[in-house]
């Protein structure tokens, strides 16, 4: 850990019910106890929130990733926010790790809802002053938000896993579609390795096909980074052509493992050997396998919590 020197008794850390174990690892890291509040349900199905001391004047940070079941816990991230600006916090972070509908960032066609902006106007009307939040689907998002937004990058994690591995100047970061190639291009330059491009279609939501592969795969290492993995088609379909041009083996990384419906199972029978995640979002039983490798981002949000609270940039983190 760095060398803060921050005083943290003003500083608070809750979490909700959507990723306790990554709440419990930030507050292992930054020596903060987690403050005594419980997220339940009343009989009707409704949140219920309970915050059981004083948070009067301090700096609230809430751990809760809006992933699965995703309204339901996108809910109990307002009202956590709106229980702790009743109670008179002096300021309400969100640590959103992973940041649900940020797919939905845009008008397509005719009549759809823009559902990442609607969240962040609740989320600032709900009484957040800050969010930090890892890999956006789309980096613009930020600029939805009213409010400080601190977007952390999974890269930096992900590379320092695999240049503890040795690849003889054989490894190639590929980029699964052309939308993805700045990211590609950022993880390559941590492993100082080439980038190659899938070229691909969607001929349906939720469905991916591979047209033609940009780049020299033959014979070399291919890490393939995304930021999401959901129903994993486009990473299995993309390890099936690398293989079929030459590649000697198919490793994968992505940020957020979503793993919809049979993701694990489609993972486990494809031509990669690895998926590399992280913990934005929890892994429950059914969804682990020898395959899935999970890193964790608890000591990267914790740097940036005190940070936050030293008053100190946050950038530097970033580089």
């Known amino acids: 850990m760095e060398n803060h020197n921050v005083d943290t008794s003003k500083l608070c850390l809750i979490t909700g019910n959507a990723n306790p174990e990554l709440a419990k690892k930030i507050s292992e890291y930054i020596n903060v106890r987690l403050c005594d509040a419980s997220v339940g349900r009343f009989n009707n199905g409704e949140t219920a929130v309970m915050i059981n001391e004083s948070i009067r004047g301090k700096d609230i940070f809430i751990v809760q990733p809006t992933s699965q079941p995703v309204n339901d816990n996108v809910m109990d991230l307002l009202i ?37 902006k609607l969240v962040a106007n609740l989320m600032v009307a709900a009484g957040m002053s800050r ?7 789309a980096a613009q998002i930020q600029g939805f938000f009213d409010i400080p937004v601190d977007h952390l990058a999974a890269a930096p994690v ?10 003889d100047n054989e490894l190639v970061v590929v980029s699964p579609d052309l939308g993805g190639v700045t990211r590609a291009r950022a993880l390559a330059d941590y492993l100082k390795a080439p980038i190659a491009i899938i070229e691909k279609r969607r001929p349906r939501p939720g469905e991916a096909e591979v047209m033609n592969i940009i780049g020299d795969v033959k014979d070399k290492i291919t890490l393939m ?37 049979n993701a694990v199972e489609k993972i486990d029978n494809s031509d990669m050997e690895q998926l590399v995640v992280t913990d934005t979002i929890p892994l429950p039983e059914d969804k682990q396998s020898p395959k899935i490798k999970v890193l964790s981002m608890a000591q ?6 005190l940070r936050i609270q030293a008053q100190r940039s946050v950038s530097l983190l970033f580089r």
């Open 80 to 116: 956590l926010a709106d229980a702790c600006k009743r109670a008179s916090a002096h300021s309400i972070t969100a640590i959103v790790p992973y940041y649900a509908y940020a797919r939905q960032d845009r008008k397509t066609r005719g009549r759809e809802p823009i559902s990442a």
């Open 131 to 137: 969010v930090i939040t890892v890999d956006l689907h």
């Open 300 to 305: 990267s949000i914790g740097d940036v919590i």
């Open 225 to 261: 980074i995304d930021d999401i993995v959901d129903t994993a088609g486009s990473l299995c379909e993309g390890a099936k052509a690398l293989k079929r041009l030459g590649a000697k083996s198919v490793l994968a990384a992505c940020t957020h493992p979503v793993l919809s419906k």
């Open 158 to 167: 992900i590379a320092d896993y695999f240049n503890r591995q040795t690849f």
